[in-house]
């Protein structure tokens, strides 16, 4: 194949520009210009989040050759990184057999695409061109066995393969992702000082380390992203109260989340949340683009995987249910207006008049009391699938590598590393002392929220979910007696009793004989 520019070019310049196959080329060996080339890493797909994660990786000082489908989006990489000056450190491929051949052996390639069948179909034009030794690194996020079969697939080939969750959206991806790979201990070793430099950076390392073998990053991944859906929908229940109980402008809401980002609920989402309210439209300069935005919310598969996968593992999940549901409800929004015209809500003129002030403070005490239960339900998640898997999982390690880079990093994750340190086997970050001691002391201010909300009329399934949680948590006894009753009666499903050991079965209809 020969290349676009000159060799002579390509030596002054070694990665300046797009190497491409001519038209005419049918020889198999590549270009002078590319054996000259010798590329860290390789990255597959062009979006958005692949152009970024390029062009981290570029910003670092590794040189990375960069190939898409779509021939346009690679110039458009290039081009970028040329405005950035890092056009020394890319070089983009019109041709895939060229983008290999320029990398390093054992040669590394990382692939951002959809998930699903696109990613089977790049695996299978890589795999026409890689050799025994080297390594695909999916960084999508995808569904955890689809990387376990991957693994297996390219593994007969003796090619490595890591799944690898990367959060922290474009900005992230270009300035400093939380990274969570997954895959063989070698790989990973051979990985480190790549992932290491561009992933975020905080007080105790970079946000990046080996989650587990198999497709354990991929499920952390997941979890990851079923905690931010359980944090969004709490965060969009406290919007509602405060604006819709509380009266409060958008101005005032920008002011109360500035002011709350100022402490114990430091976050990216409560950060981004402050800047949405004060933004005006552009075409109405007294409007807000919050107001004018259609309630109706979209998603792209990963809190549903983890909502599934809670049920699969029998680990209760129910803030983070909520707010997928409360996604669903959000998208039937024909029926929703047609529904308001025939249902009714509660009578509220005679309701006192709320102090806003007090009502910031409340729900702000109960907004971090809601949070604490929905991480508990995801870290259990991830715990429990470690253990069902073989995976050998460090939630605290976990916790700290979300605190930088990705949607949901927060100073909160301190704590919860912090917990996990304390005790490496906790059973729940609810009894944990510290944050046992917040739940103690908070769970009344989810109370008060949530009886403005059903005396308003107010739905406020995540924060009602999280508070259903903790309750039936804190139990010592459930109803759960009756329901296992029922199972018997129906079904002869059997029982076990407080004062005797062993299963039990009752002929509920016949009572025994010595009454």
Not at 100 to 126: C, N
Request: one cysteine or more; hydrophobic letters at 35%; proline letters at 3%.
């Amino acid at each position: 194949h020969s290349s676009v520019q000159s060799t002579q070019a390509s030596q002054r310049t070694a990665s300046t520009h797009i190497a491409s196959s001519s038209s005419s080329s049918s020889s198999s060996s590549p270009s002078p210009s590319i054996i000259n080339m010798s590329h860290r890493v390789g990255l597959v797909g062009l979006a958005v989040m692949g152009q970024n994660l390029a062009l981290n990786i570029a910003d670092k000082g590794f040189k990375i050759a960069v190939w898409n489908r779509s021939y346009a989006k690679v110039e458009a990489t290039v081009e970028r990184a040329k405005k950035e000056q890092l056009d020394d450190k890319l070089t983009g491929f019109k041709d895939l057999k060229d983008f290999v051949a320029s990398l390093e052996k054992p040669r590394a390639v990382i692939i951002l695409i959809k998930a699903g069948k696109p990613v089977d179909m790049a695996i299978e034009s890589l795999m026409e061109l890689l050799d025994e030794g080297d390594l695909i690194i999916d960084g999508g996020n995808e569904w955890y066995k689809n990387t376990e079969r991957r693994a297996e697939m390219v593994g007969r080939k003796g090619i490595s393969y890591m799944g690898m969750g990367v959060s922290g959206g474009e900005d992230g991806a270009r300035f400093g992702p939380s990274l969570m790979p997954g895959g063989p201990a070698k790989a990973w070793q051979r990985m480190e000082p790549v992932l290491k430099k561009i992933a975020a950076q905080v007080n105790d390392g970079p946000c990046v380390t080996h989650i587990g073998p198999g497709g354990a990053g991929n499920y952390v991944k997941m979890v990851h992203n079923g905690i931010e859906y359980g944090d969004m929908q709490l965060i969009a229940e406290a919007y509602d109260v405060l604006k819709n109980i509380g009266g409060l402008t958008n101005e005032q809401l920008a002011d109360v989340f500035e002011e709350w980002n100022n402490g114990e609920l430091e976050s990216f989402l409560i950060e981004i949340t402050s800047k949405i309210f004060r933004r005006r439209d552009d075409d109405e300069k007294e409007a807000y683009v919050v107001d004018k935005i259609l309630d109706k919310t979209g998603m792209k598969g990963t809190g549903r995987w983890t909502v599934q996968e809670a049920a699969e593992q029998s680990v209760p999940a129910s803030t983070i249910t909520a707010a997928l549901d409360a996604r669903y409800l959000s998208g039937v929004l024909e029926d929703r207006i047609a529904a308001s015209k025939v249902l009714k809500g509660p009578d509220t003129s005679g309701l006192p008049k709320v102090d806003s002030n007090k009502l910031v403070e409340t729900v702000r005490r109960a907004l971090y009391a809601a949070k604490i239960c929905s991480y508990a339900q995801g870290m259990n998640l991830i715990r429990q699938a470690g253990a069902n898997n073989n995976w050998p999982l460090d939630l605290g390690e976990i916790a700290r590598i979300w605190k930088g880079g990705c949607i949901i990093r927060a100073v909160f994750l301190d704590r919860i590393k912090q917990a996990y340190d304390r005790d490496g086997k906790l059973a729940s970050l609810l009894v944990d002392p510290e944050f046992a001691k917040e739940m103690n002391d908070r769970h009344g201010n989810i109370r008060e929220v949530l009886t403005l909300g059903i005396q308003h009329g107010i739905s406020l399934p995540a924060f009602s979910a999280s508070l259903a949680y903790y309750d039936s948590y804190r139990r010592k006894r459930l109803p759960a007696n009756l329901t296992q009753a029922q199972r018997d009666f129906f079904g002869a499903h059997t029982y076990e009793r407080l004062d005797k050991d062993g299963s039990f079965h009752t002929k509920w209809t016949q009572q025994p004989s010595n009454l």
